[in-house]
T-cell receptor
Framework: GAVVSQHPSRVICKSGTSVKIECRSLDFQATTMFWYRQFPKKSLMLMATSNEGSKATYEQGVEKDKFLINHASLTLSTLTVTSAHPEDSSFYIC??????????FGSGTRLTVV | AQSVTQLDSHVSVSEGTPVLLRCNYSSSYSPSLFWYVQHPNKGLQLLLKYTSAATLVKGINGFEAEFKKSETSFHLTKPSAHMSDAAEYFCVVSESQAGTALIFGKGTTLSVSS
């Protein structure tokens, strides 16, 4: 079945530094990838939608300069949290989509900013 | 725009009794509907999905859901709860087009007591 690999699963970083999260589709080409954020005991909030080779579309209220999304190939999308602060601490989950494969989620990344 | 409303934030049942998790949706187009489960500190697992085929959808672990267009509902049921069913459940909607994001409900916490 379709598999999406997300790394790292956990990361702790210092306030002011940047963190990159990778999302790879292992056995299919993901024309579209989605990035979600989940606060503790809350639902998943869509942050942005990215299509290979084009700029990501961000949801209202999501700072595009803080959350940089790159979808350079059909199998890789990255989310970079720039100048991270404690309020950016959260669970980030990617999802890849392609016709015929439906939606496949990564296992998530727990980011803690100290 | 599509959305989902999970009518109960928390449902408590005894082991061996039926489970009902309620979900209403709103969509301008023919929607795809999903139920996902998330165990503590874990990723998302797809329970079942409706994509305009049979209105009664059977999923994994004995769960099923019925799509009722007249009621705009997609309630999740299970005849007999198991302790391992205790988790967070999300009702999710998407327009039936490739490349559109999944929109999550706020979630329902299912507790199962012995």
């Amino acid at each position: 079945g379709a598999v999406v690999s997300q790394h790292p699963s956990r990361v702790i970083c210092k306030s002011g530094t940047s963190v990159k999260i990778e999302c790879r589709s292992l056995d299919f080409q993901a024309t579209t990838m989605f990035w979600y954020r989940q606060f503790p005991k809350k639902s998943l909030m869509l942050m942005a939608t990215s299509n290979e080779g084009s700029k990501a579309t961000y949801e209202q209220g999501v700072e595009k300069d803080k959350f940089l999304i790159n979808h350079a190939s059909l199998t890789l999308s990255t989310l970079t949290v720039t100048s991270a602060h404690p309020e950016d601490s959260s669970f980030y989950i990617c999802s890849a989509s392609q016709t015929g494969y439906g939606y496949t989620f990564g296992s998530g990344t727990r980011l803690t900013v100290v | 725009a599509q959305s989902v409303t999970q009518l109960d934030s928390h449902v408590s049942v005894s082991e061996g009794t039926p489970v009902l998790l309620r979900c209403n949706y709103s969509s301008s187009y023919s929607p795809s509907l999903f139920w996902y489960v998330q165990h503590p500190n874990k990723g998302l697992q797809l329970l079942l999905k409706y994509t305009s085929a049979a209105t009664l959808v059977k999923g994994i672990n004995g769960f099923e859901a019925e799509f009722k267009k007249s009621e705009t509902s997609f309630h999740l049921t299970k005849p007999s709860a198991h302790m391992s069913d205790a988790a967070e459940y999300f009702c999710v909607v998407s327009e039936s087009q490739a490349g559109t994001a999944l929109i999550f409900g706020k979630g329902t916490t299912l507790s199962v007591s012995s």
